[in-house]
């Protein structure tokens, strides 16, 4: 039988959890107005042969201390508008195509913003084209939050089947 007192894991999990919830209601409360992404590394995008696949960083800022927050939006280019069907984290709830790169103890939420439906055969598909979210520090520590878009101009790398259509 276990004590009162309650091992370090479950504080942790717990905390997590209260992370996401603060981060959801954050992102809700706050209201539509976002930050504007920042331009890709290393200037435009050029347009690349069918299937290429870039990473554009849409979002970077250091952060310092508990409660720490921001909101974040940004899209592919128009040279490689979707995101890729692509899973990149099993511990943070994504769209596919998104790379979050912080501490653990940041919380994240983001959201599809746009996007794009075709109809093939009897399946209808959807494709991602946008983002936005917000993150929040739970610990107390500094750190960076980086917010990256993996984007393709190949319908068929980024489709996803819409499974509410």
Not at 148 to 164: F, I, V
Request: with cysteine; hydrophobic share 40%.
């Amino acid at each position: 039988m276990r004590s009162g007192v309650r091992p370090e894991g479950d504080v942790m999990f717990a905390l997590k959890r209260l992370a996401a919830a603060g981060a959801a209601a954050g992102l809700l409360l706050a209201g539509a107005a976002v930050s504007p992404a920042t331009a890709a590394p290393g200037g435009g995008v050029r347009a690349g042969q069918p299937g290429e696949v870039i990473r554009v960083q849409i979002y970077e800022r250091g952060y310092n201390g508990l409660w720490a927050s921001d909101r974040f939006s940004g899209s592919c280019p128009s040279t490689h508008p979707y995101l890729v069907d692509k899973r990149f984290s099993n511990d943070r709830i994504l769209p596919r195509g998104v790379i979050v790169t912080t501490e653990a103890s940041v919380a994240t939420l983001v959201v599809a913003t746009s996007s794009e439906t075709r109809i093939e055969g009897k399946k209808e598909f959807i494709a991602v084209k946008s983002v936005e979210g917000s993150w929040t520090n739970w610990g107390l520590g500094s750190g960076t939050v980086n917010i990256t878009l993996e984007c393709t101009n190949d319908w068929k790398q980024a489709r996803l089947e819409n499974q509410y259509g």
